[in-house]
């Protein structure tokens, strides 16, 4: 069966780093949309980052461009994203999503774009 586990999340200082995964099971990784999303209290759950399908385009929010990274390792069916640079801004519960859909073709972080998500592993980047 279908299941999506996030893992590395943690109490980080500003300016720290930290690397989410998340393992993708039951499925095969090869042809799926890879979402991370995080939400904070009260507000809407925001768009981090994507990677499309073999051809592993990638998108980043405009908040995480150039301090996060997102990859993809096919063979271990697991999803990374490298937060480097972090700020308290950046403290949420963070959800790794799927969807096999091959549209749109390029990676969106819309939320709508998946259907499979995961629990979520929490951040928290404070002093």
């Known amino acids: 069966q279908l299941q999506i586990v996030e893992s590395g999340g943690g109490l980080v200082q500003p300016g720290g780093s930290l690397r989410l995964s998340c393992v993708v099971s039951g499925v095969t990784l090869d042809n799926a949309f890879i979402g991370w999303f995080r939400q904070a209290p009260g507000k809407e759950r925001e768009g981090v980052s994507c990677i499309s399908d073999r051809r592993t385009i990638t998108n980043y929010a405009d908040s995480v461009k150039g301090r996060f990274t997102i990859s993809r390792d096919n063979a271990k069916n697991t999803i990374y994203l490298q937060m480097n640079s972090l700020r308290p801004e950046d403290t949420a519960l963070y959800y790794c999503?799927?969807?096999?859909?091959?549209?749109?073709?390029?990676?969106?972080?819309?939320?709508?774009?998946?259907?499979?998500w995961g629990q979520g592993t929490q951040v928290t980047v404070s002093s």
């Open positions: 999503a799927a969807d096999w859909r091959p549209y749109p073709e390029i990676c969106t972080v819309h939320a709508g774009r998946y259907d499979f």
